[in-house]
T-cell receptor, first 113, second 118 residues
Framework: DGGITQSPKYLFRKEGQNVTLSCEQNLNHDAMYWYRQDPGQGLRLIYY???????QKGDIAEGYSVSREKKESFPLTVTSAQKNPTAFYLC????????????FGQGTRLTVV | AQKVTQAQTEISVVEKEDVTLDCVYETRDTTYYLFWYKQPPSGELVFLIRRNSFDEQNEISGRYSWNFQKSTSSFNFTITASQVVDSAVYFC???????????????FGTGTRLTIIP
């Protein structure tokens, strides 16, 4: 079945450590997105990528980094510079050519302990 | 810059009542796409509808209907005869068309938490 897979579902990190969230899609979509969701808030865009080896900052990119070395993969690294990393992270992909809906993964809940 | 506003933070209605969720958007593009998503307690986002800026026809899908009005930049969502299973957070989103390669963004509103009281 085609879709987007995020792993892990739950992640715990000690303060000061970097952590990488995985996002893989087999939908052959060009565009991929990372969003952050805090309790009671909407989805805020962290980074997005339209093609391999290229990506743009979203609205809250500080403290995060991404790479897009393969079309199907768009990992997000939460660095120690991110002051409040505890949140729910969602990855999405979309077929830009037809601008259909964005497909979402099941999310990763990151908790800093 | 594009923006989506969902002014209703939380709504509660009794089961079987009708409810409308508001969505107002801002964009400088003439070609764009609007979406509604549902987020149940499990967290994943479920796609409900996509509408392009050239199609102002209202749409009905079962108990769901959408009213798109370009004149007021609104894309409202109505649930008729609400059910407890409709309880979720609903998001409206905006995507500008592919006019400038590499600059396309998908922007979400802050969401409306809908609670259906049995």
């Amino acid at each position: 079945d085609g879709g987007i897979t995020q792993s892990p579902k739950y992640l715990f990190r000690k303060e000061g450590q970097n952590v990488t969230l995985s996002c893989e899609q087999n939908l052959n979509h060009d565009a991929m997105y990372w969003y952050r969701q805090d309790p009671g808030q909407g989805l805020r865009l962290i980074y997005y990528s339209q093609i391999v080896n290229d990506f743009q900052k979203g609205d809250i990119a500080e403290g995060y980094s991404v790479s897009r070395e393969k079309k199907e993969s768009f990992p997000l690294t939460v660095t120690s510079a991110q002051k409040n990393p505890t949140a729910f992270y969602l990855c999405a992909s979309m077929d830009r050519g037809r601008n259909t809906e964005a497909f979402f993964g099941q999310g990763t809940r990151l908790t800093v302990v | 810059a594009q923006k989506v506003t969902q002014a209703q933070t939380e709504i509660s209605v009794v089961e079987k009542e009708d409810v409308t969720l508001d969505c107002v958007y801002e964009t400088r593009d003439t070609t764009y796409y609007l979406f509604w998503y549902k987020q149940p307690p499990s967290g994943e986002l479920v796609f409900l509808i996509r509408r392009n800026s050239f199609d102002e026809q209202n749409e009905i899908s079962g108990r769901y209907s959408w009213n798109f009005q370009k004149s007021t930049s609104s894309f409202n969502f109505t649930i008729t005869a609400s059910q407890v299973v409709d309880s979720a957070v609903y998001f409206c989103a905006l995507s500008e068309a592919i006019v400038n390669f590499g600059n396309e963004k998908l922007t979400f509103g802050t969401g409306t938490r809908l609670t259906i009281i049995p």
